[in-house]
């Protein structure tokens, strides 16, 4: 994306914003597309209606001159309103754009522009089950209140303090990342998260009832470090998912060599639309993954999906005390912000409608060994094939931080398996 710009809009420019406030409007997956005409309800035109007043600020994204992305704020009696001196924001960026850190550059970019007019803050509105929810988390923006759309959506009412300096203006998270460098750099690794065979077993071990008519899905399989060690010690067929196509290239190219594609299979998807029928699994497993769509939602959606009496077992990141230092509380804040205590997300998984089976916390071996170790030679050889360019040396600086942040608080967080069986 080196020839994307990022920049601020021009007066010739606002007419753009018509159909860019179209799709900022949240759908589920599975809604029909609203009309056209929806935008000039009055509760959502007012977000543009003749935009360019002193208060107004807005940034696009540009790519080989055509704008893919806008972020605009204004201080209008809408959704998320908070007072006169609060901008609120809304962001759009076209369908074919997304996924590749457009919208967390551009929302960058306007914080910057908003602390140069001497603002404080700024607001947003989300609809409660929209996933940017975690995105803006991410940015910085924290949860203040509640309220109901024209539509009787619930939403969060979400405030980010401009006059707090943002931990990532220096270094970036994974998050800021094009998808398709993020995917050639893990394809090079075995793991793509904390992990190890032996972890995969013990958490296996608690699992019973399999058979060889059993079905398993992995969800966020990655590569399959994890599913190859499953489809080695456990009887059934497991269907492996994962967003990346070339994660499941390597999936389904290990499986023939290990001579046991006949029993595995990987298959491109996303883990928030998924396309399995109810209660087709006797066992849902993810390593690693869960955060991509939030602990809670993973859970709650996902049960469906097992039969009653199923298994889910996932690892999550979590806090290991009630207290942490503020360093490595605003970093994790902005890398996976649903990191909770294991007590709150055992709690989670009951309120889901599970048991909880079992909970354990991954080794620090998991890290140090088979995560970061093998990252070393293939940072080295990364930088070397992309040599010059800004973007690569800043996501190895970012997987370079992650690491010295876990060196010096691994104390108080970590990955921990959550076993539970379906009600």
């Known amino acids: 994306m080196d020839h994307l710009k990022i920049r601020q809009i021009q007066p010739q420019e606002y007419p753009v914003l018509e159909n860019f406030l179209y799709h900022a409007i949240f759908l589920p997956p599975s809604a029909e597309p609203l009309p056209w005409e929806i935008i000039y309800e009055p509760e959502i035109f007012i977000y543009i209606k003749d935009f360019g007043n002193q208060d107004d600020c807005g940034v696009v994204a540009v790519d080989n001159g055509k704008i893919v992305g806008a972020v605009w704020t204004r201080i209008i009696p809408a959704y998320g309103h908070v007072n006169s001196e609060t901008p609120e924001l ?26 140069e007019r001497g603002y ?53 998270t994974i998050h800021d990342f094009d998808l398709n460098m993020i995917c050639e750099y893990y ?15 013990k958490a296996l071990s608690f699992i019973e009832g399999l058979t060889e008519k059993s079905k398993i899905a992995d969800i966020g ?35 023939q060599n290990k001579n046991i594609q006949g029993r595995m299979k990987g298959m491109v998807g996303d883990m928030k639309n998924l396309s399995f029928c109810e209660e087709e699994f006797d066992l849902i497993w993810s390593e690693g993954a869960i955060y991509n769509i939030g602990f809670e939602r993973g859970l709650n959606e996902w049960r469906k999906f097992l039969k009653p009496g199923g298994y889910i077992a996932v690892s999550e990141m979590s806090w290991f005390t009630e207290e942490r230092p503020a360093e490595i509380q605003e970093f994790m804040q902005q890398v996976e912000p649903g990191t909770d205590t294991i007590s709150n997300k055992v709690a989670q998984m009951q309120k889901a ?16 060994e088979h995560f970061f170790a093998p990252q070393v030679s293939v940072q080295e050889a990364f930088l070397k094939e992309h040599a010059g360019n800004k973007a690569a040396e800043e996501f190895i600086a970012s997987e370079r931080y992650e690491k010295a942040m876990y060196d010096k608080y691994k104390a108080y967080y970590g990955y921990t398996f959550y076993i539970g069986k379906k009600i």
């Open 221 to 255: 399989c990655g590569t399959g470090g994890q599913t190859m060690t499953l489809a080695q010690n456990a009887p059934g067929n497991i269907t492996g998912v994962d967003f990346f196509r070339g994660f499941i290239h390597i999936f389904n190219q290990n499986a």
């Open 120 to 172: 404080r803050q700024t607001s947003l509105s989300v609809q409660k089950d929209n996933p940017a929810v975690r995105f803006y988390e991410r940015l910085g923006y924290k949860i203040t209140g509640e309220s109901e759309d024209h539509a009787g959506h619930e939403d969060y009412i979400m405030i980010k303090d401009l006059q707090k300096e943002d931990m990532n203006n220096e270094i970036k």
């Open 90 to 115: 809304a962001i759009s960026i076209l369908p074919g754009w997304r996924g590749k850190s457009i919208g967390s550059r551009m929302m960058r970019h306007l914080f910057d522009l908003l602390r």
């Open 187 to 201: 394809s090079y690794v075995e793991w793509q998260g904390s992990g190890m065979h032996e972890v995969t077993l």
């Open 353 to 368: 409608g599970y048991i909880p089976v079992a909970t354990f916390i991954l080794p620090e071996t998991c890290w140090t």
